[in-house]
């Protein structure tokens, strides 16, 4: 439960002649992560040619698929499909029939949607000038009058009318976005005027398409029957198409299948040495599952392999991947922890920690019985009804964050923020309490996460066999001395000095941890020049000094931001209460009014609630989070883990035996 799922890691030689078999059940079991193997003296590593030619074709074969389902919209068939055995010849004959048979229809309804789209863009540009039966001859060719088309801005026309006079006629036409349209006409002698009148106003020229022998008012007439021909043509087209889309779905999603698989075995292949006749396959294994697969090879070879399953050692901590696996009720907090990274393969898993921390804090922020029961039921909800696992899983989640949140509104007596019920409470409201007493709590349950989290840090640095990281780390055994020493000294500083041991227990408590801390670098610096390693980025002894003290300061600094930080468990746990408190304030305040001040008051009461539990679920959700990622995490997990992701073959159903 505190640790990855142990792992092995698998190195098999097989004949070449299995290869396809033997890749085909790991891809089925789905057990292996797949690593590219180290060349060795007689093991080579390049994938023969044919085999990165062969990888090529079957990605022009995907991408083919896929344009033909994105032309035809054709859907991913739904129903279990059964794997076929195909060869490539086979393939691009079927696909070239699909090609041909849709092509033709395919570029007429391009070159119509084409054309749909000018004669649209056509008819918009017209269709603010219809019914002036303008002519479209070209209004630069009249010798004795000057016309304009275009739009001004609507605030900007009545004054346009004003100072162009009676020599000029502005007719206006259709408005749109604040835009008004209008048809100017003047004589050549005062066009310049014009021009000038329209600069000034924010005219905005839009000229009209010329045709020779036609109207606006005709054009646009001719381009509306055109669109509708258009429109039924395509009709017929799309149904065309999809009668093709339909009769072929069911071959390419086979074919589809049948090619991403063989696509997935060449590209693993990609990953293997070889020699003319065996074939070394490696990987990581789950200890547990090493026996199945062994089984498995056995079977497929007739027992003409060779295994070998090595446990990880700590040089190679950082290739192994990380499997996590919990009980249902924990994998939705291993939601969380993967969202902020996983742990490395020795690392401490917390996904427990977090658990426990996630939803006690959560519930002391929100709590209120009544809110609790409505994340309950809807955490309920989506655990029953959800249709995905993750929903399922997030379902769990809130469910557990609900009940927390009755829990502790059971603790502060509140139900829905009611007055009457808060005599019920077990402790005190939190707006009722001496804030202090609450702000302690909150600081106490911050103590206890960071101590957690230095005994973790502890505990990894040992299993990598880090003894100076494990001792001196700021986060270390000097580190929970002087975290615990402090904390001791300020509780319990009066009794401590009445005895007379103040100057002991500050040697022992901040000197004796500030001293390690500014020895650890130097100690390292020292050591890895014995052992002849390279020293990158420091300045000698002295510079390693000089970084211990930096990160000794760093180290108080972050104890006392940390432990603080925690404080703002109260700070929500009282504003949540301050909010339904002034949704109470303010329906009590309109239920006086004269009109309906009783049913006011009650949607004043619903809304206050139905706030608090949205805002105030989603600040309390992402406040808990932020403790656990920065206080929390920062002391112990790195998050740099690589996921285990087996070589999996993509499913479509039954499979077929060759």
């Not at 004054?159 to 604040?178: D, R």
């Not at 005709?218 to 065309?240: A, D, F, I, P, Q």
């Not at 293997?272 to 026996?291: E, L, N, Q």
């Amino acid at each position: 439960m505190f640790k990855a799922v142990p792992m092995v890691h698998l190195q098999t030689i097989i004949l070449a002649q299995d290869e396809r078999d033997v890749l085909r059940d790991l891809g089925e079991l789905g057990a292996v992560h797949l690593t590219r193997a180290e060349s060795g003296t007689d093991m080579v590593s390049p994938t023969p040619a044919e085999r990165v030619s062969e990888l090529a074709r079957y990605e022009l074969i995907r991408s083919r698929i896929q344009e033909l389902r994105k032309s035809l919209e054709i859907p991913s068939v739904v129903k279990e499909i059964e794997l076929k055995e195909m060869s490539l010849e086979d393939i691009e004959v079927n696909l070239r029939l699909v090609e041909e048979k849709s092509s033709v229809l395919l570029e007429r309804r391009q070159h119509l949607l084409q054309r749909q789209k000018e004669l649209s863009a056509t008819l918009e540009r017209i269709n603010s000038y219809c019914g002036f039966d303008i002519p479209l001859t070209g209004l630069d060719q009249f010798s004795f009058l000057h016309f304009v088309t275009g739009n001004v801005p609507q605030q900007n026309f009545e004054s346009l009318v004003k100072e162009a006079g009676e020599n000029v006629a502005l007719i206006p036409l259709s408005q749109q976005e604040k835009q008004q349209a209008i048809f100017a006409i003047t004589t050549r002698e005062k066009w310049p005027l014009l021009e000038k009148l329209l600069q000034q106003a924010g005219f905005q020229h839009e000229a009209l398409p010329v045709v020779e022998g036609t109207t606006v008012d005709r054009l646009s007439e001719e381009t509306e029957k055109e669109l509708k021909e258009l429109s039924t043509e395509l009709e017929v087209l799309n149904g065309m198409l999809k009668t093709i889309g339909a009769e072929y779905a069911l071959p390419l999603s086979e074919i589809e299948l049948f090619v991403d698989r063989e696509y997935q075995l060449l590209d693993a292949s990609q990953k293997f040495s070889r020699t003319d006749t065996t074939v070394m396959i490696t990987g990581w294994i789950p200890a547990g599952d090493i026996a199945v697969l062994e089984r498995h090879i056995k079977e497929i070879t007739k027992g003409r392999y060779i295994l070998n399953a090595a446990v990880p050692d700590a040089s190679i901590e950082e290739q192994v991947p990380v499997l996590l696996k919990h009980p249902r009720l924990l994998r939705p907090f291993e939601m969380l922890v993967s969202a902020y990274g996983l742990p490395t393969y020795r690392e401490m898993e917390p996904t427990l920690f977090v658990a426990l921390s996630y939803i006690v804090m959560f519930g002391m922020m929100f709590g209120d019985t009544g809110h609790g029961f409505v994340l309950a039921l809807c955490g309920a909800l989506a655990l029953t009804l959800g249709s995905s696992q993750k929903a399922r899983d997030s379902g769990v989640l809130i469910l557990f964050a609900g009940i927390a949140s009755m829990i502790f509104g059971m603790v502060y007596g509140s139900y829905f923020g009611i007055e009457a019920l808060k005599r019920y409470a077990i402790w005190h409201d939190p707006l009722e309490c001496d804030p202090m007493r609450l702000m302690y709590g909150a600081i106490g349950i911050g103590i206890i996460m960071i101590s957690i989290g230095l005994i973790l840090n502890v505990i990894n640095h040992f299993q990598r066999g880090d003894i100076i990281g494990a001792l001196l780390d700021k986060f270390g055994l000097v580190g929970i001395l002087f975290y615990w020493g402090t904390l001791i000294l300020l509780i319990k500083g009066t009794a401590i000095k009445s005895r007379e041991l103040m100057g002991v227990s500050i040697i022992f408590f901040l000197i004796v941890p500030l001293v390690g801390w500014s020895l650890k670098e130097p100690i390292e610096h020292f050591l890895k020049r014995k052992k002849g390693e390279e020293m990158h980025g420091r300045g000698g002894l002295l510079g390693a000094f000089m970084e211990s003290c930096v990160e000794a300061f760093e180290a108080i600094l972050s104890y006392l931001a940390n432990t603080i930080s925690f404080v703002r468990l109260a700070a929500y746990a009282m504003s949540h209460a301050a909010l339904l408190f002034a949704a109470f304030m303010l329906a009590h305040v309109v239920k006086d009014f004269p009109y309906g001040g009783s049913i006011w008051s009650l949607l004043i009461i619903i809304s206050g609630n139905l706030i608090a539990i949205v805002l105030e679920g989603i600040i309390a959700s992402v406040q808990a989070l932020r403790l656990e990622y920065y206080e929390f995490f920062g002391k112990f997990f790195s998050g740099n883990g690589r996921p285990f992701e087996p070589f999996r073959l993509a499913q479509g159903g039954n499979k077929s035996t060759q």
